[in-house]
């Protein structure tokens, strides 16, 4: 079990952004879990995705622990110009040998502070006049069965979907 949350959830789109990671195991890890940030560059192709950050962390004793994960702002010469302003998704994954175990996903609007360019918005992006804000208070979490100890998992993907600014891995 485990719950995170983001500590700067609202900030220009240029600036990094950081995640609280809070999590539990019920008994003892090894080796080590991997956790991603990967911001979504555009729904249409998932090459453009990027990965902000990665942290290895173990091996994991039984009990609660707690990192904080900094993540850079998303390159925005990778986002295609269509995509940069709207909707999209930042993701929190965690992986146990090579297998995701957990998938948290915030929805990410983006748009410029200033209503008259929300209103008359350029032909090519300003990306230090846009302003990325991390809905956190409703994650999209999924949570995977895996092989924790060479057994055959079952019941691939279990979606949840929590009202709570926290996340239970």
Same mark, same amino acid.
């Given at each position: 079990m485990g719950r995170g949350g983001l500590l700067n959830k609202d900030r220009n789109h240029q600036f990094?952004? &950081? =995640?609280? +990671? @809070?999590?539990?195991?019920?008994?003892f890890v090894f080796p080590d879990v991997e956790w991603k940030v990967v911001y979504v560059g555009s729904a249409e192709n998932i090459? @453009?995705? &990027?990965? @902000?950050?990665?942290? +290895? +962390? *173990? /091996?994991?004793?039984t009990g609660r622990h707690q990192f904080i994960l900094r993540a850079p702002a998303p390159d925005p010469t990778k986002i295609p110009s269509d995509d940069v302003i709207g909707i999209t998704v930042c993701m929190l994954t965690a992986s146990y040998k090579g297998?995701?175990?957990s998938r948290v996903g915030y929805y990410v609007s983006v748009d410029y502070v200033e209503t008259e360019m929300k209103?008359? /918005? /350029?032909?090519? /992006? #300003?990306?230090? =006049? @846009?302003?990325?804000? #991390?809905l956190s208070n409703n994650p999209r979490i999924t949570r995977c069965k895996i092989d924790w100890d060479d057994k055959p998992a079952t019941n691939p993907t279990e979606d949840l979907?929590?009202?709570? *600014?926290? +996340?239970v891995i």
């Open positions: 990094p952004s &950081q =995640k609280s +990671v @809070l999590f539990e195991f019920c008994y090459g @453009l995705d &990027q990965q @902000l950050d990665a942290v +290895v +962390v *173990g /091996p994991i004793p297998q995701e175990f209103e008359n /918005p /350029p032909a090519s /992006p #300003i990306f230090e =006049k @846009l302003e990325r804000n #991390i979907a929590t009202a709570a *600014g926290n +996340v």
